[in-house]
């Protein structure tokens, strides 16, 4: 058990450009998460999957933002066109059926210049 | 819809001093209260989670909390705090089927 990766670990990019994380969580899990974190404030609940399926997404998550887990294994969060407001850290996190104790992984974090 | 609110958004304690961090939430049923830490330049891990019985949970490194159903909390504590406690501590909470929703934060500085 390697715990939750995540990948890139940074990620600098400019205005209007697309950027992709990758989350590859605790391979029992079935559950997996995507917070966003900014500076001062706790992480805010993006999107989150049950196996394959995209369960719940945030009204924070716009139609910029795209999430997928296409096998039940790994993930990926794609922004596009990204803004100023985008930088932020981007974290993963997974969990197994019925538990509710979330693993995190060390998170990606976004810088638009 | 679920919150969660930190009284404290920084507290500075001397080594051996006594800790209580606040954390109040909302929510009309049955809770999964949760204490995360990050220290520096680490991921966010667990540090101690309510979910049913004794109000009085243990986590690691000499941490407890208290849930008291009547007042909508779940302060952390800890009796003599250590140099390598500084850090971040989120309160968390978790209401039937929702997602966990963490509070901002309160970091947390001990000089040795």
Sequence with gaps: DTGVS???????????????FRCDPISEHNRLYW??????????????????????KSRLLSDRFSA???????????IQRTEQGDSAMYLCASTGMGANVLTFGAGSRLTVL | AQSVSQHNHHVILSEAASLELGCNYSYGGTVNLFWYVQYPGQH???LLKYFSGDPLVKG??????????SKFSFNLRKPSVQWSDTAEYFCAVKGGYQKVTFGTGTKLQVIP
Excluded: C, M
Aim: charged share 30%; proline share 5%; aromatic share 12%.
């Design chain 2, 44 to 46: 966010l891990q667990l």
């Design chain 1, 6 to 20: 995540q990948d890139p670990r940074h990620k600098i990019t400019k205005r209007g450009q697309n950027v992709t």
């Design chain 1, 68 to 78: 997928e887990r296409p096998k039940g294994s790994f993930s990926t969060l794609e």
């Design chain 2, 60 to 69: 690691i490194k000499g941490f407890e909390a208290e849930f008291i159903k």
């Design chain 1, 35 to 56: 917070y966003r974190q900014t500076l001062g404030q706790g992480p805010e609940f993006l999107t989150y999957f049950q196996n394959e399926a995209q369960l719940e």
